[in-house]
């Protein structure tokens, strides 16, 4: 006993110079940059996999893209008719998925019953290429709250979707999976950059869902736009008074980096239940009009700028403007139009 108590009881530390601490090795930067500099010559000839597409030719690997609308428009429709073609390889509206892909569906807002009927709905033959990942079943399953503006909830979600070899993500919706992040602070959105540049080096696509707000443009900061590949935007018809159910809408191309218009043409979508267990899809190309009005809409105003973005000449849209003005909701003064009356939001289709 006392010799236990004759000893120390702090142990002796030997000294430690600060050249024997071992540190983490730097990356050695100037090496990296030298390495991964090249030629222009180099560049012409440089052996590059092309990226296949997922999609039509506007949908291709690795893209960023978005879906926006008001609320109840038909957002969610469109992205699981997507979801669905591409996981099977089949065909939504006039564009055909090559071959069958991986699709993860990330559902942040809708009730979980909704979403088994509408995917019900749309296919009475599902696969295992599609796969959900669901607030709900996220909470129920495992008591927590699915949150992407969480570092390690984004760094978590990329390792699944390359452990499973997934190779488009569908995060619906924008809002609501990334609680936290200030819709307006072009700032905010540094904290997702990142990880979606991970995703893009991985080749794999990432659509968002999102909310258009009162003024007919997507809602929050353009920001997010900039690294878009493409932008799908979402609107009643002209004709609106006609639908009596089921979601029905004109969706075109704000942006389309990866094909001319011609292959991205706006078409005009219905979504109409044919019984409890069914829905029955049709579409058409749009009117001229509709795209029309959607271009008023978002800001265009003069013949020259409407025409360059409908790929039309300025005659052909002088001819669309004087429908326009026939049917009552468009002015002509001088050179510019406007909507005849100012108009809040479109009341949406029930679904």
């Given at each position: 006993?006392?010799?236990?108590?004759?000893?120390?009881?702090?142990?002796?530390?030997?000294?430690?110079?600060?050249?024997?601490v071992i540190?983490?090795?730097?990356?050695?930067w100037p090496?990296i940059l030298?390495?991964?500099?090249v030629?222009?010559?180099?560049?012409?000839t440089?052996p590059?996999?092309?990226r296949?597409?997922?999609?039509g030719?506007?949908?291709?690997?690795?893209?960023?893209?978005?879906?926006?609308?008001?609320?109840?428009?038909g957002?969610?429709?469109?992205?699981?008719?997507?979801?669905h073609?591409?996981?099977?390889?089949?065909?939504?509206?006039p564009?055909?998925?090559?071959?069958?892909r991986?699709?993860?569906y990330?559902?942040?807002?809708?009730?979980?019953?909704l979403?088994?009927?509408r995917y019900?709905?749309?296919s009475?033959?599902?696969?295992?290429n599609?796969?959900?990942?669901?607030?709900e079943?996220?909470f129920?399953?495992?008591?927590?709250v699915?949150?992407?503006?969480?570092?390690?909830?984004?760094?978590s979600?990329?390792?699944?979707?390359?452990?499973?070899?997934?190779?488009?993500?569908?995060?619906?919706?924008?809002s609501?999976?990334f609680?936290g992040?200030?819709?307006?602070?072009?700032?905010?959105?540094?904290?997702?950059l990142p990880w979606l540049?991970?995703?893009?080096?991985?080749?794999?696509?990432?659509?968002f869902?999102?909310?258009?707000g009162?003024?007919g443009f997507?809602?929050?900061t353009?920001?997010?736009?900039?690294a878009?590949v493409w932008i799908?935007?979402?609107?009643e018809?002209?004709?609106?008074?006609?639908?009596t159910?089921?979601?029905?809408?004109?969706?075109?191309?704000?942006k389309?980096r990866?094909?001319?218009?011609?292959d991205?043409?706006?078409?005009?979508w219905?979504?109409?239940?044919e019984?409890?267990?069914g829905v029955n899809?049709k579409?058409?190309?749009?009117?001229?009009?509709?795209i029309?009005?959607?271009?008023?809409?978002?800001?265009l105003n003069?013949c020259?700028?409407?025409?360059?973005?409908?790929?039309v000449?300025?005659?052909?849209?002088?001819?669309?403007?004087?429908?326009?003005?026939?049917?009552?909701?468009?002015?002509?003064?001088?050179?510019?139009?406007?909507?005849?009356?100012p108009?809040?939001?479109?009341?949406?289709?029930?679904?």
């Amino acid at each position: 006993m006392n010799e236990l108590l004759d000893r120390p009881t702090i142990l002796d530390v030997p000294d430690v110079s600060a050249d024997e601490v071992i540190k983490p090795e730097a990356p050695d930067w100037p090496g990296i940059l030298t390495a991964a500099t090249v030629t222009a010559s180099e560049l012409q000839t440089l052996p590059i996999t092309p990226r296949e597409a997922i999609l039509g030719k506007w949908f291709r690997q690795g893209d960023q893209g978005f879906i926006f609308a008001p609320r109840g428009v038909g957002k969610t429709w469109l992205a699981m008719l997507f979801a669905h073609a591409i996981a099977t390889g089949g065909k939504a509206g006039p564009w055909d998925a090559p071959k069958p892909r991986r699709v993860l569906y990330v559902d942040g807002e809708m009730a979980l019953d909704l979403t088994q009927i509408r995917y019900r709905a749309l296919s009475a033959t599902p696969g295992d290429n599609l796969m959900f990942l669901h607030h709900e079943v996220v909470f129920q399953r495992t008591g927590k709250v699915l949150n992407l503006t969480s570092l390690l909830v984004q760094e978590s979600l990329l390792q699944h979707a390359i452990e499973n070899k997934m190779e488009v993500l569908i995060l619906d919706n924008l809002s609501c999976l990334f609680s936290g992040v200030k819709e307006n602070d072009a700032d905010a959105w540094e904290m997702i950059l990142p990880w979606l540049l991970q995703l893009r080096r991985h080749r794999i696509a990432v659509v968002f869902i999102a909310h258009a707000g009162r003024n007919g443009f997507m809602r929050g900061t353009s920001r997010r736009e900039d690294a878009a590949v493409w932008i799908l935007s979402l609107s009643e018809p002209v004709e609106a008074s006609i639908v009596t159910t089921g979601a029905r809408f004109v969706a075109r191309f704000t942006k389309c980096r990866n094909t001319p218009s011609e292959d991205a043409p706006a078409l005009e979508w219905h979504f109409q239940r044919e019984d409890a267990d069914g829905v029955n899809v049709k579409w058409s190309v749009a009117d001229p009009l509709m795209i029309f009005r959607g271009w008023i809409e978002e800001g265009l105003n003069t013949c020259s700028d409407l025409a360059a973005e409908m790929q039309v000449s300025k005659g052909q849209i002088s001819k669309i403007a004087r429908r326009a003005q026939k049917a009552g909701w468009l002015t002509i003064k001088g050179r510019r139009y406007a909507l005849a009356t100012p108009e809040g939001p479109r009341q949406p289709y029930p679904d």
